[in-house]
């Protein structure tokens, strides 16, 4: 199976802050990464397809990169809306294993 | 407006059952494939299940190996998934979610969550 490993597990930053969240695969999954964005009692919303294209509707704040084993998801200016848990997960291969998610609170 | 709406969850015993199902509605059904996702409460999500539009391909998460069944009717736009000799560890809200084939296999319709309680 493959590992997802998120960092770091949790986060605190200030609105307006810029900042980013680290996913790897434990083998090389090609841009098969989603990114989720999830607030408590709500089902994931997915944010991020394919490491680095933003969803309909997600706002372009969100940016995504990376291929192979290393990604990122970065939130340029953080807002009050944006504190929730996010996580990753590739879509390679099953089991379509997550990240253990990245809580982002407000400082 | 894409809906999925999961249902059947509740307070089981260690070693029973529970069925769970997922009503799609919205989109042609039998073109996509589907999974059950779960959420033990305070954790992470962890992918259980999957079963491609004909159901010919199907797979599930070691953990659940051998005790879950998934289906699917595509002429009721229904999901399911059969939960056999349940642990306390199987506590969780169960999500169904629609993967799509054509944007790299991610999940943009996800159901609100049935919880299931594995509790003597």
């Known amino acids: 199976d493959i590992q997802m490993t998120q960092s770091p597990s949790s986060l605190s930053a200030s609105v307006g802050d810029r900042v980013t969240i680290t996913c790897r695969a434990s083998?090389?999954?090609?841009?098969?990464l989603n990114w989720y964005q999830q607030k408590p009692g709500k089902a994931p919303k997915l944010l991020i397809y394919a490491a680095s294209s933003l969803q309909s509707g997600v706002p372009s704040r969100f940016s995504g990169s990376g291929s192979g084993t290393d990604f990122t998801v970065t939130i340029s200016s953080l807002q009050p809306e944006d504190f929730a848990t996010y996580y990753c997960?590739?879509?390679?291969?099953?089991?379509?294993?997550f990240g253990q998610g990245t809580k982002l609170e407000i400082k | 407006e894409v809906q999925l709406v999961e249902s059947g969850g509740g307070l089981v015993k260690p070693g029973g059952s529970l069925r769970l199902s997922c009503a799609a509605s919205g989109f042609t059904f039998s073109s996509y494939s589907m999974n059950w996702v779960r959420q033990a409460p305070g954790k992470g999500l962890e992918w259980v299940s999957s079963?491609?539009?004909?159901?010919?391909?199907?797979y599930y998460a070691d953990s659940v190996k051998g005790r879950f069944t998934i289906s699917r009717d595509n002429a009721k736009n229904s999901l399911y998934l059969q939960m056999n000799s349940l642990r306390a560890e199987d506590t969780a809200v169960y999500y169904c979610a629609r993967e799509e084939s054509s944007s790299w296999y991610c999940s943009e319709y996800w159901g609100q969550g049935t919880l299931v309680t594995v509790s003597s």
């Open positions: 079963i491609s539009g004909s159901s010919s391909y199907i």
């Open positions: 083998q090389t999954i090609s841009s098969y």
């Open positions: 997960q590739q879509s390679y291969r099953t089991p379509r294993t």
